[in-house]
């Protein structure tokens, strides 16, 4: 099997790692869909769901900076096998206790096992093929992910609407078996990458968010993260609220997906045209945008096309983010920086649900979506004033 690995060229390693982490994002992005219309069926209220989806974001607002840490030190695969196994035994808890009471335990451990899985992932695609593939990597990681948070969604709306929600949690954790399978048996797929010496003077990790450029990628994607989030967590309430079923809700959140895809698609070429402050600058507006838009709206195909336009205006992120991190972090260090986006991107995916379920709850859809408009559009503000240098660091 090693010498099979041997023989793929970097375009093939690069479809096999994007294959695997779509694989497990769909379990993921599935598993905040079920996690939420189950937990509405059961009786579930606003806050309750707030505090679901927040228990995505709390192992790895905690531990990503570890993970990251413990990824620069040992073989890629390690991580990545037990970060899809995680997730696949966490969604088969739903079918041996049902009830309200173990969706805490799915949402806790779905977090924490996927990030395991992506920051590793993501930490070696910027050296996959050289200087030059670096943009096209993250792009096609990127559109690999919009993939998942089309099909996750989608096909668990459709599933719970036809063969009911428990069972629809083992479907998604079997999204999970190919990537364990391939890690396990092509053990030298994964291109080797920089390891930092425990021996060798690392620093801290405010070292590494005290360098301008860092520090603007990381503040830009946990803006963007803050949009895209509100999103996945409000849109099946809101949905549920004026009477629309759960698949067209799980459609609606798809076509998210497409947009991301869509524009992703033309991410190299957006980075020759426009810096990656440009590009940042101008996701934040057009999600503002849509947000102002989104209460003045009952009809799913309208909501379909305002969730085309939030896909529009996130879907450049990640990928420049991603791209950044790997350009402007020490040699070394590059999981250990996922690990603090992550975090950072995390911590705002652990605030939000808890806030605005609360304001939500109090003050009504309007208020929640308009509040998030003006963050966004304060954050838009604040990237125009920003410079992000781009230089190249091929000795990684």
């Given at each position: 099997m090693s010498s099979l690995a041997n023989r793929f060229d970097s375009r093939m390693t690069i479809?096999?790692?994007?294959?695997?982490?779509?694989?497990?994002?769909?379990g993921f992005t599935g598993s905040r869909v079920a996690v939420s219309l189950?937990?509405?069926?059961?009786?579930?209220?606003?806050?309750?769901?707030g505090a679901l989806v927040a228990l995505y974001a709390v192992c790895p607002a905690l531990l990503s900076i570890v993970i990251g840490k413990f990824s620069d030190r040992v073989a890629t695969r390690v991580p990545m096998i037990i970060g899809a196994a995680g997730v696949g035994i966490a969604l088969l808890l739903p079918v041996t206790s049902p009830g309200i009471a173990v969706l805490f335990a799915v949402s806790f451990l779905v977090g924490l096992f996927n990030q395991t899985f992506n920051i590793p992932m993501e930490a070696i695609l910027g050296g996959i093929g050289g200087v030059d593939k670096r943009a096209r990597n993250y792009a096609l990681a990127g559109m690999g992910f919009s993939t998942a948070s089309f099909f996750g969604p989608l096909l668990t709306g459709f599933a719970i609407d036809h063969i009911g929600y428990l069972h629809v949690f083992p479907i998604l954790a079997a999204f999970t078996l190919a990537p364990i399978l391939i890690l396990w048996f092509m053990?030298?797929?994964?291109?080797?990458?920089?390891k930092h010496s425990s021996a060798e003077k690392r620093g801290s990790i405010l070292d590494l968010w005290r360098i301008p450029a860092l520090r603007s990628t990381f503040i830009a994607g946990g803006i963007i993260a803050s949009a895209w989030d509100l999103f996945q967590f409000y849109l099946p309430i809101y949905g549920h609220s004026i009477g629309l079923s759960a698949s067209a809700i799980g459609t609606i959140i798809g076509t998210v997906a497409i947009a991301t895809f869509v524009v992703r698609g033309i991410v190299p070429l957006l980075v020759k045209k426009l810096t990656e402050t440009q590009i940042m600058t101008y996701s934040i507006f057009i999600s503002a945008l849509a947000f102002v838009l989104l209460p003045f709206f009952v009809n799913p195909y309208a909501l379909a096309g305002i969730g085309f336009l939030i896909g529009m205006g996130i879907g450049c992120a990640q990928p420049i983010s991603m791209s950044l991190i790997y350009v402007m972090t020490p040699r070394g260090r590059v999981a250990e920086a996922t690990g603090l986006r992550k975090t950072v991107n995390q911590s705002t995916h652990l605030v939000i649900p808890l806030i605005f379920g609360s304001v939500g709850a109090a003050f009504g859809f309007m208020t929640v979506f308009l509040s998030t408009a003006i963050i966004l559009a304060a954050g838009g503000f604040l990237m125009q004033k920003t410079r992000v240098p781009t230089p190249d660091s091929a000795g990684k």
């Open positions: 479809y096999l790692i994007v294959l695997m982490g779509t694989l497990v994002h769909i189950y937990a509405l069926n059961q009786g579930a209220n606003q806050i309750e769901i053990p030298t797929l994964l291109p080797k990458v920089t």
